[in-house]
């Protein structure tokens, strides 16, 4: 069953390899790199092209249409949710600063020295004031950058 | 033939191991989720070289389970983390929880550099 004879099997077990290394290096990665972002970078290609690959390698040896399809849906499945977990998982990172400041080049989610505490993230369980100028206006007293009424 | 298929198998179990290095060394959980997400795609990228090398398809209904669980565990996980962030005033560093390890790392680093 698992022979190898045609150019299309071939094909597909090149590209089983190549899935197969992406998935070697994701673990290279992962122990290599010094910070979460950078570990995510790393995890990333298995998650995407990695999975895309194999999906497609084992499209062209597996023959029937119905596994051709689950195949399809488990690739479209890792495109859709790869982007969202990575956005969850690094937000939470830079906010809980696992993330090597020193070292980032541009840090655009930088905010200024004087950001108000108020609107200083969008946490779970955070519920906007429900009068934002007073509210403003009192955090900022309790800070310390207004003076006291 | 048989060396190719030992090649793959040898490529993805050294990658899974050292996902699990990284999964036992830590250092914040945040590496873990990271490393448990990237051990599902792995476990599911060896189920799919399986099935596609046995021309087997019996395991890939697995893989549709697998990849959901990987999104739906690493997502739970990661809101789970950002709702302990409780802001203490001030710095905006939060409490409860040690400092992040690369942190104290970078601040070792900077004490030796005075």
Do not use: N
Request: charged letters at 20%.
């Amino acid at each position: 069953m698992s022979d190898v004879d045609s150019v299309r099997d071939v094909v597909a077990v090149v590209l089983l390899l190549a899935g197969a290394f992406l998935c070697l290096t994701a673990g290279l990665g992962l122990v290599r790199f010094h910070d979460v972002l950078t570990r995510m970078h790393a995890g990333t290609k298995p998650q995407v092209l990695g999975i895309l690959l194999i999906m497609i390698g084992g499209a062209i040896r597996l023959e029937g249409w119905s596994a051709t399809w689950m195949l399809l849906l488990v690739a479209v499945f890792q495109m859709l949710t790869a982007p969202v977990s990575a956005h969850m998982i690094s937000r939470v990172a830079y906010r809980r600063r696992h993330v090597r400041r020193d070292l980032l080049l541009v840090d655009e989610l930088r905010t200024g020295e004087a950001a108000d505490r108020l609107y200083r993230g969008d946490e779970p369980a955070d519920a906007p004031p429900e009068e934002p100028a007073t509210a403003l206006e009192e955090s900022r007293r309790d800070e310390g950058t207004l003076p006291p009424a | 033939m048989i060396a190719v298929f030992w090649a793959a198998y040898v490529m993805l179990g050294a990658g899974a191991l050292l996902t699990l290095v990284r999964l036992a060394r830590g250092p914040s959980l945040l590496d873990r989720v990271v490393a448990t997400d990237v051990l599902l795609v792995i476990i599911s990228a060896g189920l799919a070289v399986y099935a596609a090398l046995q021309r087997d398809p019996t395991v890939v209904p697995v893989l549709v389970v697998v990849s959901l669980l990987a999104f739906v565990g690493s997502v739970s996980v990661a809101r789970y983390i950002g709702g302990m962030l409780l802001t203490s005033g001030g710095d905006g560093q939060d409490v409860g929880l040690p400092l992040a390890d690369e942190e104290r790392i970078a601040r070792g680093a900077e004490e030796e550099r005075r």
